[in-house]
């Protein structure tokens, strides 16, 4: 990555003294942010409830933060501040915000939460005298997202398309709702409240939304109910898993801007970019996210040709009317 861009994976610099973004020392450890927006947190009480991490260690929303410098926060800040207000608005303002800023908002909650992750990891591996042990597949990952995160900080342009795609739903959630996932292995993200969702691809160069067209031709314009969204939800979260490609990106910085284009992902070996689609595996996945409607994988795979879906009709249409409780 020939570029000034800050790269913390060189040396593994996680510290609580050194700015996660920028790399810049500290003056002192109370130069903190949270990674989830305070005011999301404020809105749904989720401050003292737990978040699981990957080690199975059970958390708090709040004790989620990374060391940040007071420039580098304002620059966020602003950003919560454009999103705050939108969600605030609803759906159309949501949608309407520029993708660059969403990828800021939801690309340092992500990162956020992989920071703390490795920030665990560190300290295992200390304690234990052990080495780390941390794929580099998952390593070359994260530092590109990272380094497109810097875009906050730094003037980048994203040559030809955004190496992300964050798309936004309209859905009729319970007033309550709050329900966030992420899977940092395939850096994907989604967040359903108010009347909207979000997902997520970081590093996908947009291919899931192609393999999904189909499907979001069909629902586009609709207004969708819980479960609607949450298949949606599975579909992605599992194609993300059989995207078989590193994706990989050049880094030019002429002093002014950097640079940033992707390589192209089909290779000489002509392999499809997505490993098979396996019904049951799809259905296993699909049961988790129906987990608050109680449906089990023999009745979703019941028929393995045809998984249980509430998208569509018989006739393939958009299904308008859904008879299953909204929850949450």
Not at 11 to 34: A, H, P, V
Not at 124 to 131: A, D
Not at 225 to 236: L, N, S
Request: charged letters at 20%; glycine letters at 4%.
């Amino acid at each position: 990555m020939a570029t000034t861009l800050y790269n913390p994976f060189l040396d593994f610099q996680f510290d609580n003294q050194t700015c996660f973004l920028t790399g810049r020392q500290l003056q002192s450890e109370d130069e903190r942010i949270q990674v989830f927006p305070v005011w999301m947190m404020r809105a749904f009480d989720l401050e003292e409830k737990p978040f699981k991490m990957l080690d199975e260690r059970i958390v708090t929303y709040k004790q989620l933060q990374v060391p940040c410098s007071a420039d580098v926060a304002s620059l966020f800040e602003q950003t919560e501040i454009k999103v705050e207000e939108a969600v605030q608005q609803g759906y159309e303002a949501v949608r309407n915000l520029d993708e660059l800023v969403l990828f800021h908002w939801v690309a340092k909650i992500l990162y956020g939460v992989v920071f703390n992750e490795i920030q665990t990891g560190i300290r295992q591996s200390m304690l234990s005298g052990e080495p780390m042990n941390f794929s580099q597949a998952l390593v070359h990952k994260f530092r590109n997202l990272h380094a497109m995160l810097q875009s906050i900080v730094v003037n980048m342009e994203f040559e030809q398309r955004n190496p992300f795609t964050i798309q936004i739903f309209p859905v009729a959630n319970a007033p309550e709702t709050f329900s966030y996932r992420d899977e940092i292995n395939t850096l994907i993200f989604s967040l359903r409240m108010h009347d909207f969702a979000i997902i997520a691809t970081l590093q996908d160069n947009g291919t899931n939304a192609i393999y999904h067209e189909d499907v979001l031709k069909k629902i586009d314009g609709y207004r969708l109910h819980p479960i609607q969204f949450e298949e949606i939800c599975a579909r992605y979260f599992y194609s993300a898993y059989l995207f078989n490609r590193l994706p990989e990106y050049t880094y030019m910085d002429t002093g002014k801007r950097v640079f940033v284009e992707p390589m192209p992902l089909n290779d000489w070996t002509l392999k499809p970019i997505f490993d098979p689609w396996q019904a049951k595996i799809y259905g296993q996945v699909l049961e988790n996210f129906w987990k608050p409607w109680g449906y089990t994988l023999f009745e979703i795979i019941k028929d393995p040709e045809h998984p249980m879906t509430f998208l569509t009709d018989e006739e393939g249409s958009f299904r308008a009317h859904v008879d299953v409780p909204l929850l949450g």
